[in-house]
């Protein structure tokens, strides 16, 4: 019996004991737990906004791979990545305006009753019966868009095909404040138009850099899809320095995948910087909505465009006075080149400013200023941003050689048709009419593909097929030496050819 009390005292005792062990660890735990809770929490906090950092400046090292796409581990990571989504977005919505415009119906005289002349009728109803039957004009809806605000005095860029067809616009606020806007200036050539709203301390959207944007850069798209306003949405960036799309005259879009859809054409695309990095514009579709293909006008040259239309109501471009194509493996193998990157000039405007800064027929432009030059639309692009009067440093490839020429960059002349058509008469000469290829063969010399009949080369006898071999005793050896000395030529001079005609060699003089 005392061995039986003993052992359930001892066993009544240990018990307690470890019940007493338990609770006090469970409230430790508990303690700790909050403690740690509170110091994560605050933690974040800080580094969002007490510091008033986004994670695009974040120190952390830990935490930098939020910005580069990285699988993040970990309830903290999500949320700071949550975090900066939601961040990004309350920043930036507020900047981007609904636009609507209408279209007053156009004037048309209807046909004339006779009844409106029966003296009958008017002794009835008066001399304002005709009137009363006439249709009142009304304004008819026309479409909406999206915009974005620029400027805390109310300049608003968008698209120019969101305004240009209506008699009056009308913008909208987040905060539900509706303006009637006036349009600043427009541009076709690049679809972006500048407004104007009667308005101060409005919200804005700082320009970004488009010109740092990394293909897979995390994006975000805000607008009016379909009339849903401030709606948001993410993606990445597909591509940059897209081309030969065949919306407008001057292409440089950014692609991406971020949804874009009828409405938010004229609205945001936006890095997780919170800057403005582009105009969303368009979108390659074949069912008329969103296919995961959208393009957006990049924030440099939509600055650009802003800029010149708030000084001058209009667009100034910068011109260079070259006539350029793209390189294709023919001409790459003629003009030695290492590969087909760049553009060829192919002509070069006199009293231009490539003329006078020593561009010439057959160079290979590799770079401008500071821009590797991919394409021609893409040359055209960077010379039409550059501010008239601006020196620029364009690194060409002449003979298989690199050369470096200063230029500095005129206005782009008004009527460029006159002038092109006035050098064109300038630069007629004995061999005007004459197009040559290289030749196929693989030897010096090009090939006359084509004589222009009644042309001075035509009278003298040179035909199709024939191989040129020489220009006044120099030696031709590919198309850049073709160009070369004919470039030379003036409209009187007398040319001395030597030509392979089949298993002949001849020489043939020519009189224009």
């Known amino acids: 019996m005392r061995h039986t009390w003993f052992h359930k005292a001892l066993t009544a005792r240990n018990g307690g004991y470890f ?27 800080e580094s969002l906004e007490t510091k008033g950092k986004t994670p695009a400046t ?10 580069s796409g990285a699988l993040l581990v970990g309830q903290s990571s999500t949320a700071l990545q949550n975090a900066t989504f939601t961040q990004v977005a309350k920043a930036a919505r507020p900047a981007v305006v609904n636009i609507s415009t209408t279209v007053k119906h156009e004037s048309r005289t209807p046909q004339r009753s006779p009844f409106f002349d029966d003296p009958f009728f008017r002794r009835f ?18 479409g909406t868009g999206s915009g974005v605000i620029v400027s805390r005095d109310g300049y608003i860029v968008t698209n120019n095909h969101v305004v240009e067809s209506g008699d009056e616009i009308q913008v909208t606020l987040s905060d539900k404040r509706n303006f009637t806007a006036e349009v600043v200036g427009t541009d076709p050539k690049t679809d972006l138009a500048l407004l104007k709203i009667e308005a101060d301390e409005l919200p804005i959207l700082p320009w970004g ?79 008329g909505g969103y296919m ?8 440099n040259m939509a600055k650009t465009i802003q800029t010149s239309l708030t000084k001058h109501g209009e667009v100034i471009r910068g011109w260079l006075g070259v006539s350029i194509q793209d390189l294709n493996a023919d001409l790459q193998e003629q003009f030695e080149a290492p590969d087909q990157r760049g553009v060829l000039i192919g002509d070069v405007v006199a009293d231009s400013p490539a003329a006078e800064g020593g561009l010439k027929r057959g160079d290979i432009i590799r770079h401008y ?11 055209r692009s960077l010379v039409a941003e550059t501010e008239p009067e601006a020196s620029v440093t364009i690194q060409v490839l002449r003979d298989g050689e690199k050369h470096e020429v200063q230029i500095k960059i005129s206005e782009l002349p008004k009527d460029l048709e006159a002038l092109a058509s006035a050098d064109h008469a300038r630069g007629k000469h004995a061999l005007t009419g004459v197009t040559v290829k290289p030749f196929s063969s693989g030897e010096k010399g090009v090939e006359v593909i084509e004589v222009k009949a009644a042309s001075a080369a ?16 120099h030696v031709v050896k590919n198309i850049g030496d073709f160009q070369r000395l004919t470039k030379k030529l003036d409209s009187d001079d007398r040319v001395l050819l030597l030509l392979q005609r089949g298993r002949s060699t001849i020489f043939l003089s020519i009189t224009p």
């Open 292 to 299: 995961g293909i959208g393009f957006a006008i990049p924030s």
């Open 209 to 287: 850099d488009s010109g740092k944007l990394q293909v897979g850069e995390i994006v975000m798209a805000i607008g009016n899809p379909f009339g849903l306003t401030q709606t948001v949405t993410m993606g990445i960036v597909s591509a940059v320095g897209r081309a030969n799309v065949g919306i407008v005259d001057y292409e440089d879009f950014i692609q991406t995948d971020a949804a874009i859809n009828p409405g938010n054409s004229g609205g945001a695309l936006v890095n997780l910087k919170g800057e403005l990095i582009g105009i969303n514009t368009a979108i390659f579709s074949r069912s």
């Open 458 to 473: 035509s009278r003298s006898g040179i035909r199709k097929g024939d191989i040129i071999r020489e220009i006044n005793r």
């Open 19 to 45: 019940a007493f062990l338990g609770l006090s660890l469970l409230i430790i735990g508990i303690i700790l737990g909050f403690g740690l809770g509170t110091d994560l929490s605050l933690s974040s906090g």
């Open 58 to 67: 974040l120190e952390d090292k830990e935490q930098a791979p939020l910005l």
């Open 125 to 142: 109803f008066g001399e304002e019966f005709e009137r009363r039957f006439q249709p009142e004009e009304s304004p008819r809806p026309q």
């Open 369 to 379: 200023d500071s821009h590797e030059v991919n394409d021609s639309r893409h040359l």
